[in-house]
């Protein structure tokens, strides 16, 4: 999604985003569906919104692939990049409120990498495909479903694994 700074007016700007196949810039997200409120004054732009995704992930417990559902909100703002800002230096001074500023240059602002950047970091830290995933068998390493491995029923007492280990070293 470009906004072209030229043909959009001062004022408030309604977007609907629809994306039904995978873009090319929101790879593992799709499809991508709702509203961005664009607020430009002047050469600065306040982006607003909430996305509401499907993305490919993989379970951090067993791996395994899947779809999840999620929510981006999105709240960016926008202003020209300076001379200033390309020497350096210039960081340090940045105002608090300007931390979370995306600069751009020239007359068209590409919002994808932003908005991918900030449903990226809606993801799940430790995404899991079920609350009840049992993760991967600590001694085969296969998905724990169901009973497809028959190392569970095998396990020992933790507390009695100590004293067959000294039995055994004995
Ligand atoms: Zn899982
Ligand atoms: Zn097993």
Same mark, same amino acid.
Request: glycine share 6%; charged share 30%; aromatic share 6%.
């Given at each position: ?22 873009? /090319? ?14 607020? +430009? ?18 379970? /951090? ?21 300076? %001379? ?68 569970? %029923? ?7 694994? +100590?004293?067959?280990?000294?039995? +055994?070293?004995?």
């Amino acid at each position: 999604m470009k906004l072209k700074l030229r043909q959009l007016q001062d004022g408030r700007h309604q977007f609907d985003i629809s994306l039904s196949e995978p873009a /090319s810039d929101l790879l593992d997200f799709s499809p991508v569906r709702g509203s961005l409120t664009v607020l +430009k004054s002047g050469v600065t732009l306040h982006v607003t919104g909430c996305l509401d995704y499907t993305a490919r992930q993989h379970c /951090s417990l067993c791996l395994k692939s899947y779809e999840a559902q999620g929510q981006a909100e999105i709240d960016l703002f926008f202003r020209p990049q300076t %001379r200033e800002d390309l020497t350096g230096g210039r960081e340090l001074e940045l105002k608090p409120d300007e931390l979370d500023m995306v600069l751009y240059l020239g007359q068209e602002i590409d919002l994808w990498p932003e908005l991918r950047e900030a449903l990226l970091l809606s993801l799940p830290v430790k995404p899991v495909c079920r609350q009840d995933c049992r993760g991967l068998c600590a001694q085969c390493g296969k998905p724990m479903v169901e009973d497809t491995c028959g190392c569970a %029923r095998k396990e020992t007492d933790p507390r009695w694994e +100590k004293l067959l280990k000294l039995k +055994k070293e004995k």
